[in-house]
Antibody, heavy 122, light 107 residues
């Protein structure tokens, strides 16, 4: 069955960097676009970034553009999110989410990871 | 950016009641609309995509409808295990955007 396991979360100070990982299994990772979605404590869902199945295309939310970078290693079935210049409002649970198909456009999500918490201290 | 507005923001119903949640898009999104369920303390779960198609394994008590700017999620015969927050999301264009959520509770 599909499994998405995030790791790398933990307390980080404002202005510092952190890299999240998402280990995927149970499906052909290299054939699907992948997303990161976050949820601040007690708040709603916010889409963060997407990467094409082959890593050729990425899109970002304005709130993270220029600070966060999404990447993938299809040989390791792993998705990454490099987060730089972290701010207090980046504090959230970060979810790794699988797209339904290859294209980055016009396709919904199907599976979510359990999430990893990133507390940002000032 | 496309704004997604859900209503109501919360509702309290009896077990067995029918629940209807509305989601409006600030511009037409065809049928590029998904619904997600998030139970307390858990990760979200995908319920519906393309406005009305059920994800694999989702019970038929959930249904979706709509096109363009107005969409509806219906849950027939609400049960205690359906308690949680429901979100709509458009994937017509980037950035992808979610509605603010509808919290469903049992009276």
């Amino acid at each position: 069955q599909v499994q998405l396991v995030e790791s790398g979360g933990g307390v980080v100070q404002t202005g510092r960097s952190l890299r999240l990982s998402c280990a995927a299994s149970g499906f052909s990772f290299s054939n699907f676009a992948m997303h990161w979605v976050r949820q601040a404590p007690g708040k709603g869902l916010e889409w963060v970034a997407v990467i094409a199945y082959d890593g050729s295309t990425q899109y970002y939310a304005d709130s993270v553009k220029g600070r966060f970078y999404i990447s993938r290693d299809n040989s390791k079935n792993t998705l990454y999110l490099q987060m730089n210049s972290l701010r207090p409002d980046d504090m959230a649970v970060y979810y790794c989410v699988k797209s339904q198909q290859r294209p980055v456009a016009g396709k919904s999500f199907d599976f979510w990871g359990q999430g990893t918490l990133v507390p940002v201290s000032s | 950016d496309i704004q997604m507005t859900q209503s109501p923001s919360s509702l309290s119903v009896f077990v067995g009641d029918r629940v209807t949640i509305t989601c409006r898009a600030s511009q037409g999104i065809s049928d590029y609309l998904a619904w997600f369920q998030q139970k307390p303390g858990k990760a979200p779960k995908s319920l519906i995509y393309d406005a009305s198609r059920l994800q694999s394994g989702v019970p038929s008590k959930f249904s979706g409808s709509g096109f363009g700017t107005e969409f509806t999620l219906t849950i027939i015969s609400l049960q205690p295990e359906d308690v949680g927050t429901y979100y709509c999301q458009q994937y017509d264009s980037y950035p992808l955007t979610f509605g603010g959520g509808t919290k469903v509770e049992i009276k």
